[in-house]
């Protein structure tokens, strides 16, 4: 009998969007290192493969003023990777690090670092952003042209691949006796010159556990596929019902073997919520719950304004929706978010056709129409659903984005764990020491991208 | 009136043959339970803080010399959760890299590390470091004919003096009490207690706010290495500590006036600078052995040490006579540069520390986690800071 497809899980650090609940009870410090230390250490007892902590480098804005609604403020991340490893064993360590505002020798060195800091277990969530207003908090600026940003980012991770290979195994002889510390004088040398950058010199960290971090790849966008596909060992894409699941991971496996690349070796992850209840009904009492707790009325305004690209803020959350129109012109009203909404015009007179027949407020419309929850039900409700999305080619592991710091997958880990264990779908232990062991990946260097950067 | 005692890691020791009589720690410049080790013992010992040198790339060519070297920042925030009272300061270089990282960086060691992280500044003096990142061109500041080095040196610090401008401007960015966590407005944050830092400059202009609110210290302790008047200006301009590299007591002297004309000099809005001396040290309980272990490192590196820090050779009773006759020309501390780990550590930590109490320059046990405290810092506000309003 074969045995089932494994279901790969990651604990993802409750992040500044309204997904995120700050205003319950529970809800502790999004910034104290305790809130890191026990997500990690609680997804560590659960035999998760990874803890996952997201990244951005300007505040956001709405209406040209820092948006305040939702959790503002973050630690850094490298900072904060290095210092769970001190207190965790196997869990791997997953960051987003930006490629547009970044340099290749630094990132190469940080992630070498933390992968030698944790033993083999660095992740690298590769993301761009390209945009402008980023750019204002760094010596370039928005330099890079938004249709340049994968082209740059292949070449950046070229470079860095190759600053993790320029130390062969075992060039670190450090013979006492002949006075060789390393094997010879190539070690660690480094030259790389590309489109985008031009660079040499001596790298400083020898050939870690993995030799290079497992890179995730984030983006929806054709090219972001493209580069995932080149280069990701997985893919971190945003939650779908099951048919669209399904068809986005085909669309990602279908595009491997044209690259000499096999079906396993590219992991598709998507980030879900999930609420665990004592049965499906209270499962579903909760998630309606926790729906209205992410959708307070000043949020509910600033929603609508992410579709309606005007200034709401005369409108009350418990009246009806605006009679004018979206404005469809170039975004004003929001930055350092992504935007989607490809028909605003025909989104909103939908929400207003809706509103009107169910007699809904602003409020009510949207945290009904707000991301409802992934997978909401009892433990084993939940269970069954995430094994068969694995066994049916849906994903192949999921990363879970709780709403309450620290404790959010306490339920999580209790309960549902244990019933995929059951399943036979979910390690009991350890079995390996480094990220690319629990995510069942080849070795890095396994496979290299050709033609996508430009040289 | 007691002393900070620091303690600065480099490699396997500060002396380039270190290595080669490291024994089994020959292997372990990258281990990190080596770094955990000594930050471990360090605290034990009651030091003060430990210093992380870094630097850009490595020399090439070599092939006799520690060349690896784990990031700074990163190995301080490895061994953060492993110490509760000691002060980490791991070294950032000011030139080619982005302020807005550094600070974000420094900032987060201060939430992991409970208000115990300060960061030593240095620049990039070769042309080698600006081809790692390929985006300007630099210079070897020790090749250049004398007429030119102190101008191209004072380039850097003049880079790096607004870069740590921009680090204390981010950290300021946020004022204490920005969260506020307001579910009656739905407010998690004051935004009128976040700042744009609109900093400009011909090296960079940086808009903030900082992403990491504003750090248990306020202000991590910035920290500068001098032995040149032009880098002291520097960090008259822009440090709280100064580690000086006196021969003697008489330069000591020299070297402390110089700074406070420098400091005098500028408009430093900050607290007189603490000043520190560092000494490089084989200190071991038998003199003799000290100095012939000097020796046999000279011998054993290509070069023998070449270094801006006196060299001292000797047993723990000497060094703490040295220390405590420096003192008394207004030293703030002492950073200790052990040239061989493997041999020097221990001596600092089982009977240097010890001497050093009993003499009265170190004091008993910790009484603060907070760094700053330790050094007399008071905390500061932002200086972003609105005035309270007038009802």
Redesign the interface.
């Known amino acids: 009998m074969t045995a089932k497809r494994q279901v790969h899980l990651g604990a993802h650090f409750p992040g500044v969007n309204n997904t995120t609940v700050w205003s319950d009870p529970a809800s502790a410090s999004q910034i104290e290192f305790e809130s890191f230390v026990q997500l990690a250490q609680a997804a560590e007892r659960g035999y998760f493969d990874f803890f996952f902590l997201a990244e951005g480098l300007r505040l956001r804005e709405q209406r040209g003023q820092i948006h305040d609604l939702d959790v503002v403020g973050r630690p850094d991340t490298f900072t904060v990777l290095a210092a769970l490893a001190s207190v965790t064993e196997h869990l791997g360590l997953i960051g987003t690090i930006n490629a547009t505002y970044n340099e290749p020798y630094d990132v190469a060195r940080q992630f070498a670092t933390l992968d030698v800091l944790s033993g083999g277990r660095a992740g690298w969530n590769v993301v761009t952003s390209p945009d402008p207003f980023t750019g204002e908090n760094f010596r370039r600026g928005g330099y890079l042209p938004r249709e340049q940003r994968y082209e740059h980012a292949a070449e950046f991770v070229d470079v860095a691949r190759q600053l993790w290979s320029s130390w062969p195994a075992d060039s670190l002889t450090a013979d006492t006796s002949t006075g060789a510390y390393v094997s010879d004088s190539s070690v660690g040398e480094f030259e790389f010159t590309g489109k985008h950058h031009a660079v040499r010199g001596r790298f400083t960290v020898p050939q870690t556990p993995q030799v290079e971090p497992v890179l995730l790849q984030a983006g929806d966008s054709d090219d972001g596929r493209d580069f995932g596909a080149a280069y990701g060992d997985a893919i971190f894409t945003r939650g779908r019902p099951l048919p669209q699941a399904q068809e986005f991971y085909a669309s990602i496996k279908d595009r491997l073997a044209p690259l000499g690349r096999s079906s396993d070796d590219v992991l598709i992850l998507p980030g879900v919520t999930v609420v665990v209840g004592d049965s499906d009904d209270d499962a579903a009492e909760k998630a309606a719950y926790i729906r209205s707790q992410q959708v307070s009325g000043p949020t509910a305004i600033r929603l609508l304004e992410l579709l309606w690209n005007r200034d709401l803020s005369a409108y009350d959350p418990d009246g009806p929706l605006p009679e004018i129109d979206p404005d469809t012109s170039e975004n004003t009203i929001f930055q350092g978010q992504v935007k989607h909404y490809t028909d605003p015009l025909a989104t909103a007179a939908e929400w207003r056709q809706y509103a009107e027949q169910k007699n809904l407020s602003i409020r009510e419309l949207m945290i009904e129409r707000a991301s409802r929850q992934t997978f909401i039900g009892s433990a084993q409700t939940i269970a069954e659903q995430l094994d068969t999305w694995v066994q049916t080619r849906a994903a192949d592991g999921f990363i879970l984005v709780p709403h309450l710091t620290p404790g959010g997958l306490d339920d999580f880990i209790d309960q549902v764990v244990p019933e995929l264990q059951n399943r036979g779908v979910f390690r009991t232990e350890y079995t390996g020491s480094t990220l690319r062991d629990h995510l069942d990946l080849p070795p890095a260097g396994h496979y290299r991208a050709e033609g996508l950067a430009t040289r | 009136m007691t002393l900070q005692v620091e303690l600065a890691l480099n490699g396997l020791g500060w002396h380039p043959g270190a290595?080669?009589?490291?024994?089994p720690d020959?292997?372990r410049a990258?281990d990190?339970r080596y770094w955990?080790e000594i930050a471990v013992a360090a605290e034990s010992a009651g030091l003060d803080a430990i210093g992380f040198e870094d630097s850009?790339?490595?020399?090439?060519?070599?092939?006799?010399?520690?060349?690896?070297?784990?990031?700074a920042?990163?190995?301080a925030?490895?061994?953060?959760?492993?110490t509760s009272h000691i002060g980490l300061f791991p070294t950032i270089i000011a030139n080619?890299?982005?302020p807005?990282?550094h600070a974000?960086?420094i900032?987060?060691?201060d939430?992991?590390s409970?208000g115990r992280a300060g960061v030593r500044v240095r620049v990039a003096p070769t042309a080698?470091a600006a081809?790692?990142?390929?985006?300007r061109t630099g210079v070897d500041i020790a090749k250049l004919p004398a007429a030119e080095r102190e101008a191209a040196l004072a380039a850097l610090l003049d880079e790096a003096a607004d870069h740590t401008e921009v680090l204390r401007r981010l950290w300021d960015s946020?004022e204490d009490g920005a969260?506020i966590?307001d579910?009656s407005?739905?407010?998690?944050?004051?935004?009128n207690k976040?700042h744009y830092i609109d900093f400009e400059s011909r090296?960079?202009?940086?808009?903030?706010?900082s992403?990491?609110?504003r750090p248990p210290q306020g202000q991590p302790p910035v920290s500068v290495l001098s032995h040149q008047p032009v880098i002291t200006a520097f960090a008259a301009l822009s440090a709280d500590l100064i580690y000086v590299t006196p021969d003697d007591r008489a330069e000591l002297a020299e070297l402390i006036a110089e700074i406070r004309e420098l400091e005098a000099a500028v408009d430093r809005g900050l607290p007189p600078l603490r000043i520190l001396a560092d000494i490089a040290v084989s200190v071991d309980p038998n003199t003799d052995v000290a100095s012939a272990r000097l020796s046999e490192l000279n011998k054993?590196a290509a070069d023998p040490l070449d270094s801006d820090a006196l060299v001292f050779a000797g047993n723990p009773t000497e060094l703490t006579d040295l220390i405590e006759d420096w003192r008394s020309e207004g030293l703030a501390g002492v950073r200790l540069r052990p040239i061989s780990n493997r041999h020097n550590i221990t001596t600092i930590t089982n009977q240097l520390a010890p001497q050093l109490r009993e003499r009265g320059l170190l004091r008993d046990a910790y009484a603060e986690t907070i760094l700053r405290d330790r050094y007399g810092l008071a905390r500061p506000r932002s200086r972003y800071t609105q005035p309270a309003e007038v009802v």
């Open positions: 290595w080669r009589l490291a024994g020959a292997h990258s990190p955990a850009i790339g490595a020399p090439s060519a070599t092939t006799n010399t520690v060349i690896d070297r784990l990031d920042v990163l190995l925030s490895f061994v953060a959760p492993k080619h890299h982005e807005f990282h974000k960086a900032a987060t060691l939430f992991i409970h080698a081809e790692v990142f390929g985006r946020w969260e966590r579910v407005t739905g407010r998690f944050i004051d935004r976040l090296w960079f202009s940086i808009k903030g706010p992403i990491v609110p054993l």
